[in-house]
Each structure stands twice: as C-alpha cells, then as structure tokens.
C-alpha cells in the first residue's frame, strides 16, 4: 500500500500557525499535519509556498511572523520546483480564472498524483472538475 501524497495549501498550513476563533476548522488540518509526522501520508508543497504563508502571517501576526514562520519551515515540508508546475499551472489559471499561487497547489498535485488539500469551498467548486481537491472539511486520513 502505497502512502497517500497531500497537498495542503496556504489556508491549511496557517492553521498550523494560527491559534484564532477565525481559523475554522483547524482541529482537522492539525489532524492532517500529525497524520503526516506520524507517516500516514506524504506532504508536498510548491516552492512559493513560504511566500504566501508568511504574507499572511506578517499581515495578521506581524509581532509572530517571524517565530511562526520559522516553526513552519522547521518542518522542513518536501518541495516542488517552480518549473515542475508552472506550465499547468498557467494553465489552469486561465481555465479556471484562478491565481497562479491556487493553481500552483493544485498543479503539484495533478503532476505528483496527490490530492490537494484546502479550506478555500470556492476553489474547490471551481477546480473539482479537474479532480485531486478535497474540502479541508472532507479529507480524512
């Protein structure tokens, strides 16, 4: 049996990092996190990914940023490269009028056979047709 790959993106990785009454859901993207510490899955991320986290943390958490960030990068998360997913990924941003930043997680896990995972319900019911989205909401180990 081979161990699933997930593809969590921004708005679940800064549940990891958020500790708020505004970050719904947080309960299962911690679930997922430990999930994958323990090996019950593989996580992967684009390479922009500490860019878009940390731009929201230095808007929210401008006294944490720093602290947070470096807690997320000490995860040491496995990366894909920039030129592994832009083609699809500019792609799909013209196909489904979305940022390259949310097809770029999705592409990662088109091209590595994964599922992305987020807690964006408008990403997901414009991209579902493409397959590999879950709902933070619905995903389970």
Same mark, same amino acid.
């Given at each position: 049996?081979?161990?699933?790959?997930?593809?969590?993106?921004?708005?679940?990785?800064?549940?990891?990092?958020?500790?708020?009454?505004?970050?719904?859901?947080?309960?299962?993207?911690?679930?997922?996190?430990?999930?994958?510490?323990? #090996? #019950?899955?593989?996580?992967?991320?684009?390479?922009?990914?500490?860019?878009?986290? #940390?731009?929201?943390?230095?808007?929210?958490?401008?006294?944490?940023?720093?602290?947070?960030?470096?807690?997320?990068?000490?995860?040491?998360?496995?990366?894909?490269?920039?030129?592994?997913?832009?083609?699809?990924?500019?792609?799909?941003?013209?196909?489904?009028?979305?940022?390259?930043?949310?097809?770029?997680?999705?592409?990662?896990?088109?091209?590595?056979?994964?599922?992305?995972?987020?807690?964006?319900?408008?990403?997901?019911?414009?991209?579902?047709?493409?397959?590999?989205?879950?709902?933070?909401?619905?995903?389970?180990?």
């Amino acid at each position: 049996m081979t161990t699933p790959l997930v593809v969590p993106d921004a708005s679940v990785l800064l549940k990891w990092a958020l500790q708020s009454t505004e970050e719904e859901d947080r309960d299962r993207a911690l679930t997922l996190r430990d999930s994958w510490l323990a #090996g #019950g899955c593989r996580i992967l991320v684009p390479s922009l990914w500490a860019y878009e986290v #940390g731009n929201v943390l230095g808007l929210k958490q401008p006294k944490l940023a720093r602290a947070l960030m470096e807690t997320l990068l000490a995860y040491r998360l496995e990366e894909a490269a920039a030129e592994d997913l832009y083609p699809r990924a500019l792609e799909m941003m013209s196909q489904l009028k979305v940022t390259l930043y949310d097809a770029a997680y999705h592409a990662a896990a088109l091209e590595k056979g994964g599922t992305l995972v987020t807690a964006d319900a408008a990403y997901v019911k414009r991209a579902a047709r493409l397959g590999h989205v879950r709902h933070l909401q619905e995903w389970s180990t």
